[in-house]
């Protein structure tokens, strides 16, 4: 498939790397232009291009961007004719964000997200660490594979995104609508604890809406006791105090 990336950070440089590994034809782009665009995030493929060409001619768009610049990219998205398909793969993180009144309120991130873009998505790989996402795909079958919540109104959107989730080395699982995907939202149990397939539909059924942003604090606050020089936490570290706090 044709995709577009916006975004190379912590995910968004491993999805260029896995998507174009795969065959893909992969573009990607961040704010600042094509030449500020590491070439690790090339090496399998991809090509760093300006965001407004990221998203031209392509059968997807994928969003990897902070939840609070994804305003700025509505515009950008305005011309994409309605049959590409748009994964993002945002949280909401407040102390980055900064406090979006709405969500806050209640609102489900994912439909926050389609309403600033004024289209559908579909949300995915936003449940996986970055490290985990890097390290731990495998090919198909393999025992312990990981399974990644995929959340969609549409069903060929998800059909299509599942599929990419696996190119990545992960099982794509139908997590239901976008209403329903606060289930895959940071402190919930799915949320960065390397689940599998088999594990997947007990512990969507066990979120509980209203303590996910506590526990989503609660793991940011425990990682940032951590850092500093030379006691980063490892990924390894994430996935055990998610399971902690979120399960
Ligand atoms: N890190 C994780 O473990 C993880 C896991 C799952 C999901 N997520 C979510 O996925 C999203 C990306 O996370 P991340 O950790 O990869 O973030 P990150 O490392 O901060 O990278 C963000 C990327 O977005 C680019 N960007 C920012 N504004 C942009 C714009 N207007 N147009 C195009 N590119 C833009 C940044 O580049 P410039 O600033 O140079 O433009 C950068 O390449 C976030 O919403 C995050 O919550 C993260």
Not at 200 to 205: T, V
Request: proline share 6%.
């Amino acid at each position: 498939m044709k995709i577009g990336i916006l975004g190379v950070g912590h995910i968004g440089k491993t999805l260029s790397r896995k998507l174009s590994a795969a065959g893909h034809d992969v573009k990607v782009a961040n704010s600042r232009g094509p030449d500020t665009i590491d070439a690790t995030v090339l090496a399998t493929g991809a090509r760093a291009v300006p965001a407004s060409e990221a998203v031209k001619d392509v059968d997807v768009v994928i969003l990897s961007v902070p939840l609070n610049r994804v305003p700025e990219i509505a515009p950008l998205l305005a011309g994409v004719p309605a049959e590409t398909v748009v994964i993002d793969t945002s949280n909401y993180i407040p102390g980055r964000d900064s406090q979006i009144a709405a969500i806050e309120a209640g609102q489900v991130e994912s439909l926050w997200v389609a309403e600033q873009l004024g289209q559908s998505i579909v949300k995915a790989w936003n449940a996986i660490g970055s490290g985990s996402f890097a390290l731990k795909g495998t090919p198909p079958g393999i025992r312990g594979r990981i399974a990644i919540p995929v959340a969609a109104d549409d069903d060929s959107e998800r059909a299509v995104a599942i599929a990419l989730v696996e190119d990545t080395g992960f099982d794509g699982f139908d997590a239901g609508p976008l209403a329903q995907s606060w289930r895959q939202q940071p402190g919930a149990p799915v949320y960065c604890t390397d689940l599998t397939r088999d594990e997947m539909p007990a512990a969507l059924a066990r979120a509980e809406a209203a303590r996910l942003p506590k526990r989503r604090d609660l793991s940011g606050a425990a990682i940032a006791e951590r850092v500093g020089v030379g006691t980063n936490p490892d990924s390894e570290y994430h996935v055990r105090l998610s399971r902690a706090l979120f399960m």
